[in-house]
């Protein structure tokens, strides 16, 4: 083989695999592209997470006239409102979650422990296995509050269920938002539940 034939052929390598390099690139360059212009299909802003919180500019404002309290919620949540006008009840199908958000006089002159302990002792004398897992200090609508989360069985179906309650005394009334769920769900759903709490103003 002559030299100029060796010539030849080094040549020809090199612009192949230049060739192959610039191939390369150019399709890479068009898929970058092609994703940087894809359209996305929008999340749900009542469903998505940021970090530990969630979005809610899409959530639904309630405002309460007889205790004049106010809170925002998901939209996928159907809302009944109480007969005597105390407050309201969010009921999700799937998983199973109620949310009440009512507020009463302070009728027996009680402070915030003997009404939240109270509500304990009529929750354990009428359900299965209850007790209380946590006691917290909280703030509800720039106030002070306290946190009592029970849990127990369900009459129903015999699962545990979580009942986390947030109350209020402010003034003379008490201020509650409580949430109830299944205990297995509890913990995905506390954004949320934490979202509608810091919504929440007198």
Not at 32 to 47: C, D, R, V
Not at 135 to 159: F, H, K, P, T
Not at 190 to 199: A, H, Q, Y
């Amino acid at each position: 083989m002559t030299k100029n034939n060796s010539r030849k052929i080094v040549l020809i390598i090199i612009f192949v695999v230049l060739g192959v390099f610039i191939i390369g690139g150019i399709i890479a360059i068009y898929k970058f592209y092609k994703l940087k212009t894809q359209i996305k299909t929008p999340i749900p802003a009542e469903s998505l997470l940021i970090g530990d919180s969630y979005v809610t500019e899409s959530w639904l404002p309630y405002q309460n006239s007889r205790y004049g309290f106010s809170l925002k919620y998901p939209q996928t949540f159907s809302k009944q409102e109480s007969q005597n006008g105390d407050g309201i009840t969010l009921t999700l199908n799937s998983p199973a979650i109620t949310i009440r958000a009512y507020a009463s006089n302070n009728a027996l002159a009680q402070n915030l422990d003997e009404y939240l302990n109270f509500s304990r002792d009529n929750l354990f004398q009428e359900t299965e296995g209850a007790e209380e897992v946590a006691a917290n200090d909280m703030i509800l609508g720039g106030v002070s509050a306290q946190e009592r989360r029970w849990q127990y069985i369900n009459s129903v179906d015999g699962s545990k269920t979580i009942m986390d309650q947030v109350t209020t005394l402010k003034g003379d009334i008490f201020y509650t938002v409580q949430m109830v769920i299944g205990a297995s769900a509890y913990s995905e759903y506390v954004p949320m539940f934490d979202e509608i709490l810091k919504s929440y103003k007198f």
